[in-house]
């Protein structure tokens, strides 16, 4: 049999720009009791854990002098990967069926390329599956200028390790520009250092509780019964981005509606001390009553049957929990 397509194939760049758009975060299961679920373990108990998450290389023969010698050379390197492969699939699986081998040489004529796929030993979302990843593409590196073909590892799973680590290259810069931004807006507003640098402070120490407790309960487990959640996994990776845009509008609304009541006050003549008391006690009710409605809404999300939202909704919650009632209501008035 052939297992690479017969009929005319999509470009490569449309290849990857639909599996971008697809890609989902493979690693976590579905909800326990859905056919989803069912499906998925299935699949894992008979087949393996990493036949729900298979790795593709695609050999693109354009530019190789010999298409045929090129895909050889590329099933010859990634078959001699050992390491967490359970199973490698050639584009065509039995060399002595001489119908597949004439289709097969069909379409390295017609589409110019193959694949090839890789069944990993370990799940989706295990790190050793995106090592694995890693190791394929550096085993791969050195057939472009050996064969003229050019190697692709893709995929569902490959996909979403390559999202997951540019959004993980992109999040220190993304922090750094919103943070920066509100700092100096701040500085502006209450013409002081202090206020913002609390204010900042603040809202990572947040934004770092969120996030510790969302790890805490979604990937090591804990709390797992209370929340309906019947596997771990690792925190889908565009929380941290997500957390981080909403955390901070929230944060800086409360900084902003208690803060300034105080210096309200303070400029019509009351002590530093005075302006401070009689500021947040006409500013905390706004803000406790905003935060209240907030994780309202978000703890609504933990009805959801998909864990993701149930991450979403947790990590939102208990950010805006802390935020508010720790870092705004107790620790703002005390560094005042």
């Not at 971008?20 to 894992?44: H, K, M, N, Y």
């Not at 990843?133 to 064969?147: F, I, N, P, Y």
């Not at 999040?171 to 750094?176: H, I, Q, T, W």
């Not at 996994?233 to 565009?238: L, S």
């Amino acid at each position: 049999t052939v297992s690479g397509p017969l009929a005319p194939a999509p470009k490569l760049s449309e290849m990857r720009s639909k599996a971008v758009r697809a890609c989902e975060p493979d690693g976590w299961a579905p909800s326990s009791g859905s056919q989803a679920r069912t499906a998925f373990d299935l699949i894992s108990d008979n087949f393996g854990a990493g036949a729900n998450g298979p790795l593709t290389v695609i050999v693109d023969t354009q530019g190789a002098g010999d298409p045929q010698a090129a895909v050889d050379e590329a099933v010859k390197e990634v078959s001699s990967v050992k390491q967490d492969v359970a199973a490698v699939l050639p584009p065509v699986t039995d060399p002595s069926d001489a119908k597949a081998v004439a289709m097969f040489k069909a379409q390295l004529e017609k589409v110019q390329f193959a694949s090839i796929t890789i069944i990993p030993e370990s799940g989706p979302s295990d790190q050793a599956t995106k090592d694995l990843v890693e190791t394929l593409r550096d085993k791969l590196d050195g057939l472009e200028s050996a064969t003229g073909a050019t190697p692709y590892v893709t995929g569902q799973t490959a996909a979403g390790v390559d999202i997951s680590d540019n959004l993980a290259a992109a999040f220190p810069k993304y922090l750094v520009v919103v943070v920066g931004l509100a700092f100096l807006l701040l500085v502006l507003v209450f013409r002081s250092i202090l206020v913002p640098l609390k204010a900042t402070v603040g809202f990572l120490a947040s934004v770092g509780i969120s996030l510790g407790a969302t790890v805490a309960v979604f990937q090591w487990g804990w709390l797992q019964g209370v929340l309906g959640l019947s596997a771990e996994a690792p925190v889908i990776f565009i929380l941290p981005l997500l957390l981080t845009g909403i955390l901070f509008g929230l944060a800086m609304d409360y900084e902003v509606f208690l803060v300034s009541r105080m210096l309200e006050e303070f400029v019509h003549g009351r002590e530093a001390r005075d302006a401070v008391v009689h500021g947040f006690a006409h500013s905390a009710r706004v803000v406790t009553a905003a935060a209240l409605i907030m994780i309202g809404v978000f703890a609504g999300f933990g009805g959801a049957t998909d864990p993701i939202i149930k991450t979403i909704g947790f990590a939102l919650a208990v950010g805006v929990l802390a935020d508010a009632f720790l870092v705004r209501m107790l620790l703002v008035p005390a560094l005042m």
